[in-house]
Structures are given as structure tokens and as C-alpha cells.
T-cell receptor
């Protein structure tokens, strides 16, 4: 079974600075998808960014980017120019490419952006 | 555009009581899921459905039942609630293709006393 590990239960960053959240995963699959979800205090689960394992180029979405290291099974999220609205729980998730029904989530990292 | 709607948003039950959580989607998605979220454990899949009339077990199915009588609705039932089922429950949906992200409802906070 796939496992997803987020080793940082809590992190904080000053507004306007950059922060990186770590995620590692364990799998024997070659084709899969990786996701970062954001959960603000409102409890909504919001997709931040996704990466297909077959793509070498790292995904970016505005201030959010990932560092995908397939050999190392690492998928970190970088948030640039942090904003107060980025305060949330962040979950890393893994899904096999042929199986929509087995998405595995990490335990989450609670990020606080300080003014 | 409602997306994925969960009802109720909060509920307190006594041990042994039963209840049903409703998930409704207007996205015409084939796949629907029920997760539970517990502190320090992320989200874990309870049951899922790949289409109307089908259901299957996920990672933590014990103590729960589900039904998908209509494509747009996915029900999660607790027949005899236990304190260990105190959690936040999320419904999610996605389309057929694997690279599509899951769309989540706002969650239901359930407390079992």
C-alpha cells in the first residue's frame, strides 16, 4: 500500500516570505499523480496544485510551485510571497494513475502565516 | 453552482443511535467517496462508488454502510454509532479520468457521546 508522509506537523512563516512544505511517499508504481490540498479554518478542501509523475517539469500555479523528485519520492510545496490567507492545513496526496479509488493522504502540515 | 453539498454540517449523537449523512453533487461525476478526517491522520477512505447502483469498501469501512441509488447522491449510514466514529466526514467526487482532482464538500462534524 502507498504511504504518504508529511514530517512537519506545524510550520510558520512571516508574511511575504517563502516557505517549503515537505512530502515523501512510498510506492512501487511508475505512473501516478500527486496533489497538494489546502484546508483553511473554514474546513473546505481546496486543490492547490497537482503533478503527473510522467512529467519531469515541476508544476506551478501562481505563487505555488512544487519540487518533484521522482527518484527520491519527494514532492515538496513552495509558497512564495506568503499571504495571511495562506494560513491553513496542507495535505499531500498520492493516487495511482489507473485507480481513482485509492487516494492516500498525508497527516497534514499546519501552516501559520504571521503578519 | 453548488458543486458538492453535504448535509448536515454538524450533528451530535448518543452511542447506539443511527443516522445518515447525505452528499449531493451537481457536477455529473461518476465517482463519489466518503472520507473521515481525524487529527494527525489525514483523510481516510471509508467507502466509494464508481457509478449509480455500485459501492465498494475503502480503507476503513467497518461500522458504516453506503448507498448510491441516484448518480447525484451518495449516502453514508451509521447503524449504531460509537464514540470511535467521532470525526469530520468529507464527501468527494471526481470524473472518470484519473488525472482529475477530487472535489470536496465542506464536511460534516459528527460527535458521538
Amino acid at each position: 500500500a502507498q504511504t504518504v508522509t508529511q514530517s512537519q506537523p506545524e510550520m510558520s512563516v512571516q508574511e511575504a516570505e517563502t516557505v517549503t512544505l515537505s512530502c515523501t511517499y512510498d510506492t512501487s508504481e511508475n505512473n501516478y499523480y500527486l496533489f497538494w490540498y489546502k484546508q483553511p479554518p473554514s474546513r473546505q478542501m481546496i486543490l492547490v496544485i497537482r503533478q503527473e509523475a510522467y512529467k519531469q517539469q515541476n508544476a506551478t500555479e501562481n505563487r505555488f510551485s512544487v519540487n518533484f523528485q521522482k527518484a527520491a519520492k519527494s514532492f515538496s510545496l513552495k509558497i512564495s510571497d506568503s499571504q495571511l490567507g495562506d494560513t491553513a492545513m496542507y495535505f499531500c496526496a498520492f493516487m495511482k494513475s489507473y485507480n481513482n479509488n485509492d487516494m492516500r493522504f498525508g497527516a497534514g502540515t499546519r501552516l501559520t502565516v504571521k503578519p | 453552482n453548488a458543486g458538492v453539498t453535504q448535509t448536515p454540517k454538524f450533528r451530535v449523537l448518543k452511542t447506539g443511535q443511527s443516522m445518515t449523512l447525505l452528499c449531493a453533487q451537481d457536477m455529473n461525476h461518476e465517482y463519489m467517496y466518503w472520507y473521515r478526517q481525524d487529527p494527525g491522520m489525514g483523510l481516510r477512505l471509508i467507502h466509494y462508488s464508481v457509478g449509480e447502483g455500485t459501492t465498494a469498501k475503502g480503507e476503513v469501512p467497518d461500522g458504516y454502510n453506503v448507498s448510491r441509488l441516484k448518480k447525484q447522491n451518495f449516502l453514508l449510514g451509521l447503524e449504531s454509532a460509537a464514540p470511535s466514529q467521532t470525526s469530520v466526514y468529507f464527501c468527494a467526487t471526481t470524473g472518470v479520468f484519473g488525472n482529475q482532482p477530487q472535489h470536496f464538500g465542506d464536511g460534516t462534524r459528527l460527535s458521538i457521546l
